[in-house]
């Protein structure tokens, strides 16, 4: 029963049913009362709603902070205070973000009592926060995208440039070692741009139905050989399928990248853990993740290395922050790029001398939504017998790609229309006389794109074919309406032989 002042005996039952941890201490501080959710939060002993020494109520609570000292201070001026209340974002010993209210509480101008009120605010501050990630990694990712995009346009030009000029030159010519080094770079660089490619969500995927579990059931002697002898490897499997649609070689290469990630911070040795489990992905984490609730394939990696400090873990997904040497790749960036592009979610957990804990969330098969596309469905244009030479209309934006793709048909004896927009291939396509033969489009350009191009001119060339040439996957038009549907491709960046491999492939 209450024994204070009979003015602040209404306010008990309130701080009862409170949800949040609360406390009403007299003006003087001598007296207090709190309510079960205080005892819960501060791990305090005995009853609730009982009148309680405030010094006995409020030592638990001032131990769970490091600036236990500073908090006093601030405690005891606000103790003093007739007006204003007061509002604070405090962070405990053991990392969770509380906030902090106070509230004078008067009678006429005289002080009675005070209100103190703690609300753990950890998890919204997480959601807020993944969110914040979220944002500026999805305005990093449009970035790269769009660098990776025109990156691999100006790659196309020099290696197929380079392949052009090196068959000018005798086998024993110094120049062609130099053609070579220059070739040999562009490569490194497309690898990079893949890299990009795959954290911003436009690369090209190539998906089917893949059983994680039985993928990870295959790879414990090349992880093995992959971490070194200091490190033990332990994988844990489901009994049951962990079928998911995804690319399997991408699926495979986040798992490889997560290891080597590991093992770097192994140095000394130590245990690499890999753990497929099938479950479902409740509401509340699904809208965390930005994921559609249900079935689900969790895949864990995890290692006791030396783990993350929280400005390292707060940057891991960033294409351009590294904790590893240049040119060695981008690690976490391209795992989250490949995974979210799957529609699935990764999260991290790390801490100093603690290790890391990556988790992988990908829709399970049986609940994708999705099914795989039969690449044989795709209408096929009968075999023509052609009186000449192939006529091809080639369509790209780029100019030093056009003029590249124009020679290498052109010295195959092949007839090239050559236009850098939709808009004029459609005024070549109806000004030319004769067969079209082949329409080779990029996919993304301004204004229409190679997909509606292609739609527009077939109706009235019915036995031309098509071949679609892009550097990322636009997620509307290359992945889904060309690469998901089985209609012919090539990838860029590409050489001269891979181009007229893959014209001679879709012409006969």
């Known amino acids: 029963m209450w024994t204070g002042p009979p003015t602040l005996s209404p306010f008990v039952p309130v701080i009862e049913h409170l949800q949040e941890a609360a406390c009403l201490e007299t003006a003087d501080g001598d007296v207090a009362v709190v309510n079960a959710a205080w005892l819960a939060l501060f791990s305090s002993k ?19 902070f490091d600036e236990a000292a500073g908090l006093r201070d601030r405690l005891g001026t606000r103790r003093t205070a007739r007006v204003a209340s007061s509002h604070e974002t405090l962070t405990t010993i053991d990392g969770r973000t509380l906030e902090w209210d106070h509230s004078p509480i008067l009678t006429g101008t005289s002080l009675t009592a005070h209100l103190w009120r703690f609300r753990d605010a950890t998890h919204q501050r997480r959601l807020e926060e993944s969110v914040r990630q979220a944002q500026r990694l999805n305005t990093v ?3 790269a995208g769009g660098i990776a995009h025109d990156f691999n346009n100006l790659l196309t ?10 068959t000018q030159f005798d086998n024993g010519d110094a120049r062609r070692f130099d053609l070579h080094e220059i070739r040999n770079a562009a490569m490194r660089a497309s690898s990079l741009t893949r890299q990009l490619l795959a954290f911003s969500r436009r690369q090209i995927m190539q998906p089917e ?18 971490m070194g002898e200091q490190v033990k490897v332990s994988i844990t499997v489901p009994d049951e399928p962990a079928e ?3 690319d399997p070689g991408q699926v495979e290469q986040a798992i490889f990248s997560l290891a080597a990630n590991a093992r770097d911070a192994m140095p000394d040795g130590g245990t690499l853990g890999v753990d497929v489990r099938v479950g479902t992905l409740d509401g509340g984490r699904a809208r965390a993740l930005d994921m559609r609730a249900g079935p689900a394939v969790f895949v864990t990696v995890w290692d006791n290395g030396v783990g993350m400090d929280e400005a390292t873990r707060a940057s891991a997904f960033d294409p351009f922050f590294t904790t590893k040497p240049l040119a060695q790749g981008l690690g976490l960036p391209t795992v989250y790029g490949v995974v979210r592009q799957t529609g699935g979610a990764v999260t991290l957990e790390s801490a100093p001398g603690e290790g890391t804990r990556v988790e992988i969330v990908l829709p399970r098969y049986a609940d994708a939504g999705i099914a795989p596309v039969d690449a044989t469905s795709t209408q096929a244009v009968a075999p023509v017998e052609r009186a000449g030479p192939a006529v091809v209309l080639v369509v790209e934006d780029e100019a030093s790609v056009l003029r590249l793709v124009r020679r290498v048909l052109e010295a ?64 509307a038009v290359v992945q889904r309406d060309i690469i998901d549907a089985g209609r012919p491709f090539l990838q860029k960046p590409f050489a001269p032989d891979r181009l007229l491999a893959r014209v001679k492939e879709v012409l006969t």
């Not at 030009?157 to 090196?166: E, M, S």
């Not at 059983?211 to 090349?222: N, Q, R, T």
């Open 141 to 143: 990712g449009r970035l």
């Open 46 to 64: 005995g009853p609730a709603l009982r009148e309680r020494p405030a010094v006995d109520v409020w030592a638990p609570a001032l131990a769970a």
């Open 209 to 226: 139905i893949v059983d994680v579990g039985m993928m990870l059931g295959e790879m414990p002697k090349m992880l093995s050989r992959l």
């Open 157 to 166: 030009a020099v290696v197929g440039y380079c392949d052009l000029l090196d």
């Open 412 to 475: 195959e004896a092949m007839v090239v229309l050559s236009a850098q927009d939709a808009e004029e291939a459609l005024l070549l396509a109806d000004q030319h006389g004769g067969a079209i033969d082949l329409l080779l489009t990029d996919v993304v350009m301004p204004g229409m794109n190679g997909l509606e191009l292609a739609q527009r001119v077939l109706p009235h060339r019915p036995g031309m074919r098509v071949l679609f040439m892009s550097g990322y996957a636009d997620h």
């Open 244 to 246: 998911v649609f995804a």
